[in-house]
């Protein structure tokens, strides 16, 4: 990675709460805490995932992931990539996927290695950065839309939960208030209650020709939009 981006996207986690920084903020495990911690107080550089290979299929998917929502549902998705800030806790920032022009819905796409995680439980490692985003962007529901690597597409609706922003917002003010005295950070160590799904859809695109010909087609036709462009760029 660059390092001068590598600086920014430094400057970036030391200047905000995000999604990500919730889910951990929210977990069991102290040892990630104290290192967002230390993070947040500028002690230390924030993990590198650019050879983690789940996390780049995440990236390198989410284009594909976005278009099969769009295809099936025939919502589209807008504000693709923006970062929100909250309007009254300046401090709390939502890096969007994208939001569902129709509905107002957060969306979010996601990689999992194997779908047979029941739903629920892949709706839970979510559940707190999907808050978080619904939080800022006062949004009622959340898209969460999933590719796995055993070929399904999984959609899960999830509606905002106040008694659970409530907790992620005290949760979330107690670590800052650590990073701000610089005091080791303590789990919060209350179980949040996990709203369950209100809707789930789930297609097993490796059953259909239609569903396992579409990543093909989909990247022919993006090729095909960007050559005019490179054509261009020759050109010049």
């Known amino acids: 990675m660059d390092t001068r981006v590598h600086n920014k996207l430094h400057a970036d986690c030391h200047a905000f709460i995000c999604g990500s920084d919730a889910r951990i903020i929210m977990g069991e495990d102290r040892d ?29 998917t989410e284009h594909l992931n976005r278009k099969l929502y769009e295809r099936v549902s025939g919502n589209k998705i807008q504000d693709l990539r923006r970062p929100v800030r909250h309007p009254i806790h300046k401090w709390m920032r939502a890096d969007l996927n994208g939001v569902v022009r129709d509905t107002g819905a957060v969306f979010r796409a996601c990689f999992l290695p194997s779908g047979h995680l029941p739903e629920p439980e892949m709706a839970d490692l979510h559940m707190a950065q999907l808050q978080h985003s619904m939080w800022v962007m006062a949004a009622r529901s959340a898209l969460l839309s999933i590719i796995t690597g055993d070929g399904k597409w999984i959609e899960m609706t999830l509606p905002a939960d106040p008694l659970y922003q409530h907790l992620l917002l005290t949760a979330e003010k107690k670590f800052r208030r650590c990073v701000q005295l610089g005091e080791p950070p303590a789990l919060f160590g209350i179980e949040a209650p996990r709203p369950r799904p209100t809707s789930i859809k789930v297609i097993d695109m490796s059953a259909s020709g239609q569903w396992t010909n579409f990543p093909a087609s989909h990247l022919r036709a ?6 005019p462009e490179n054509s261009q760029r020759a050109q010049r």
């Open 222 to 227: 993006r090729d095909a939009l960007s050559e």
């Open 32 to 60: 990630q805490l104290v290192r967002l911690w230390r993070e947040k107080r500028g002690e230390a550089l924030p993990p590198d995932f650019s050879n983690d290979l789940v996390v780049q299929l995440g990236s390198t």
